[in-house]
């Protein structure tokens, strides 16, 4: 069973950075698509970026981009595997709960569709203060 952990998150000010990291210790995971999406107050939950299951295909949002971005460490031998969020140059609007997701469906890219990824963080809170 997948069970995805995030860590990072925190208070920063604009301009600052943080790091997200979501941490699952299923040996499925590394054969998973990857995204991090994240829900503002009072607004529905958005895609943030997305890597494929061996970090080849790559899609971040037009709201962060340039100023994000995503990778993670496939450790076939190791019982963890980690997907981060590397966001830099942040602003107030990035303020949200940020929430790492698994999509098992085997694709080779990466999609946006919140539906198709199956597997959800608890999330982990950013702020971001002007």
């Known amino acids: 069973q997948v069970q995805l952990v995030e860590s990072g998150g925190g208070s920063v000010q604009a301009g600052g950075s943080l790091r997200l990291s979501c941490a699952d210790s299923?040996?499925?995971?590394?054969?998973?698509?990857m995204g991090w999406f994240r829900r503002a107050p009072g607004k529905e939950r958005e895609f943030v970026a997305g890597?494929?299951?061996?970090?080849?295909?790559?899609?971040?949002?037009?709201s962060v981009k340039g100023r994000f971005t995503i990778s993670r460490d496939n450790a076939r031998n190791s019982a963890k595997n980690t997907v981060h969020l590397q966001m830099n140059s942040l602003k107030p609007e990035d303020t949200a709960v940020y929430y790492c997701?698994?999509?098992?469906?085997?694709?080779?890219?990466?999609?946006?569709?919140?539906?198709?990824?199956?597997?959800w963080g608890q999330g982990t809170q950013v702020t971001v203060s002007s």
């Open positions: 299923s040996r499925t995971f590394s054969g998973y698509a």
């Open positions: 997701a698994a999509d098992p469906s085997n694709r080779l890219d990466v999609t946006t569709e919140l539906g198709y990824y199956d597997y």
């Open positions: 890597i494929n299951w061996d970090g080849g295909s790559v899609y971040i949002a037009d």
